[in-house]
């Protein structure tokens, strides 16, 4: 029995390991095989699209009662691109924490 677990399971842990980062092994692959795979392999992050309006991070649910970016920036006309990433991802952490919607 632990030989089956052991034949089975463990080429079972090595496909799990190389599915969850296969971004990071298909980028170390040469160039001549990544060429060939399908495209949905070499994109990264498909769900992905960058935040940099206030209007943007606001459709996204950047805003609250708390830390309105409608009121205090896109209403007073701010001519900044709107929050980095490290900043976004920072406001929803601690929108998240306090439950804030």
Known sequence: MLYNITVY??????????????ST?????????????????????LNYAALNTFDGQRAAGLSSSAFDIEANNIATGDSRAGLDEVGAAEVQAIMHSHRVK
């Open 9 to 22: 399971g463990i080429p079972c842990l090595i496909v799990l390991f190389a599915f969850y980062h296969r």
């Open 25 to 45: 092994i298909i980028q170390h692959l040469p160039s001549p095989i990544r060429d060939r795979l399908p495209d949905q392999l070499t994109r990264r992050n």
